[in-house]
């Protein structure tokens, strides 16, 4: 919500407003005026000049202005005195326009107390001129009570009742604006002619299809649970105890939210299934983002983005925000800048800042498989609650993947010699586990035989693992983590005697001034 009154008492006498939606500003202004007691207008090129009437609610003419200047110098009139006025998409009028920006900043420095100027526009686009002379201001994503104002209207408007529990089907569109909320209920209500709690999936559905076409964001529905995880035991464990930090006996203990966690390790080990299974674990939406589509080829457009994410993720809070291997979408930091124009050292920024700051329950899980792309920053205590390493697993934790996959596939483990099994796949990640009994079950089935241990030891043999062919980095990776994460799992890999000896390796970043040996 944005408080105008106390912005116009301050006497800012410009304000952008960034938003899409026109209604809820709409109602900010027409409450301010009522309190300043003043008379309010809006503008637009196509409509020209309006009137609000306060006693009929609704819109009156005043002239059909479709001059740039001529509202401006209306405004700087007698008929503007007591007034409030909207200028919808003004910015396009100010591109190239010197005069414009020359009255604007005119009207910026007036000593006015009687009137107030609102430029009301979709995107944070102001020409530079006007930086210091214009308080500019985003707004949030409606809360359950501008939804329930909505919902009550659609449900008016198609004279029906609406039944069940109400707060959870309002609920259900949070990050939604209030038009995308007004067609979801709408929706649900042409398809089923009512609106009641069965109605939640259509709402739901249309949420998706709305946060996917955001171009950066996945509504993901996840049907793992940390019981599909195999091994990793300390960081489950982890995981189960701060689930109960989100309860309000936990605000009462003094705890604070979890912010997230950074889980780094060898591809294929289960640190995106893990992230998946968090949102079952605490019924939890998650949201995931593509890093890599946030960066937008217009000035300024990557940080709009990634500030539209996160507020999306607030508004469905308590949720999971997932960034699935997060080094490929900072892969611009390594080099400083230079091929950029910086413009992933300001998204990143502005995430970390967000990650300190957040006051909602969003956590974030983040994964990555690159250490040595991370930026340090992200690195640091305080960004991130804990920094796990997932490591190939050993063998009792393979025995437990063995088992889950056989599980998946509807096979009786207790038919399988399962300790044979995991000494044949020694050095193998999670990934290659599942993908060799696959393999299994393919041979098996030609052969139109039930599977057994030897089709799937058979199958392993013929697997080249990435421990193989990744040997040098998993040791590099093993003793970076072990100076600075947490293993994920109490079954860790021993360090060849080769290896003891060498000094802990450092990110690229932290290795960048010349002058340090």
């Known amino acids: 919500m944005i408080n105008l009154n106390n912005l116009i008492k301050s006497r800012i006498n410009i304000i952008q407003i960034i ?11 027409s409450q301010t005026a009522s309190e300043l007691k003043r008379n309010w207008y809006k503008w637009n090129c196509s409509s020209g000049l309006k009137k609000f009437n306060m006693k009929d609610k609704k819109f009156d003419i005043i002239a059909n202005m479709d001059d740039n200047r001529a509202i401006l110098d209306w405004y700087e009139s007698a ?16 591109e190239n326009n010197p005069f414009l920006i020359s009255k604007m900043k005119d009207i910026a420095s007036q000593d006015y107390n009687d009137r107030s100027l609102i430029m009301l526009q979709t995107k944070r686009q102001l020409p530079s001129e006007l930086d210091k002379d214009v308080y500019i201001k985003e707004l949030d994503l409606p809360n359950i009570k501008d939804l329930n104002i909505i919902f009550k209207s659609t449900c008016k408007h198609y004279n029906i009742k609406a039944e069940g529990n109400t707060q959870k089907i309002i609920e259900s569109a949070l990050g939604l604006t209030i038009m995308e909320a007004q067609r979801a209920f709408s929706k649900a209500i042409v398809q089923t002619g009512q609106l009641t709690e069965k109605e939640i999936s259509i709402i739901i559905q249309e949420k998706e299809n709305i946060i996917k076409n955001s171009g950066h964001l996945e509504y993901y529905h996840h049907n793992e649970t940390l019981d599909d995880v195999g091994g990793l035991d300390i ?30 390790g060898i591809p294929g080990t289960g640190k995106s299934l893990c992230a998946k299974a968090v949102g079952s674990a605490w019924q939890f939406p998650i949201i995931k983002l593509d890093m890599g589509k946030v960066f937008a080829g217009i000035v300024g457009e990557s940080e709009s983005n990634i500030r539209k994410a996160l507020k999306i993720a607030e508004a469905v809070s308590p949720s999971i925000l997932w960034i699935d291997e997060i080094e490929k979408g900072l892969s611009g930091m390594a080099s400083s800048g230079s091929t950029d124009g910086g413009t992933t050292s300001r998204v990143l920024g502005t995430f970390l800042t967000w990650m300190q700051e957040k006051k909602k329950p969003v956590f974030v899980v983040a994964t990555a498989n690159n250490i040595s792309g991370l930026p340090p920053e992200l690195l640091r205590k305080g960004r991130v609650d804990e920094i796990f390493f997932v490591d190939l697993p050993l063998k009792e934790d393979r025995e437990e993947i063995i088992k889950i996959h056989l599980k998946k596939f509807k ?32 041979k098996a089935f030609d052969e139109n035989k039930e599977i057994e241990t030897e089709h799937i030891i058979e199958a392993m043999k013929k697997t ?25 799992s109490s079954n860790s890999w021993e360090e060849d005697e080769k290896s003891k000896d060498k000094p802990i390796p450092q990110l690229k970043q932290e290795t960048n001034n010349p002058f340090i040996e």
């Open 19 to 29: 938003s899409y939606e026109n209604m809820r500003i709409e109602g900010y202004v």
């Open 79 to 94: 008929n503007a005195k007591d007034s409030i006025l909207i200028l919808e998409e003004f910015n396009l009028q100010l």
């Open 235 to 264: 960081l489950k464990d982890w995981l189960k105890r701060r689930g109960r930090a989100f309860e309000d006996e936990a605000k009462k203990y003094g705890l604070e939210i979890p912010r997230g966690i950074l889980l780094l």
């Open 411 to 442: 096979r009786d483990y207790n038919k399988f010699d399962i300790s044979k099994i995991a000494g044949a796949c020694e050095e193998f990640s999670g990934a290659e586990i599942e993908e060799a009994i696959k393999e299994a079950l393919f």
């Open 464 to 488: 080249y693992p990435i421990s193989k062919t990744m040997k040098e980095n998993i040791s590099d990776m093993r003793r970076w983590a072990k100076a600075r994460a947490v293993l994920a």
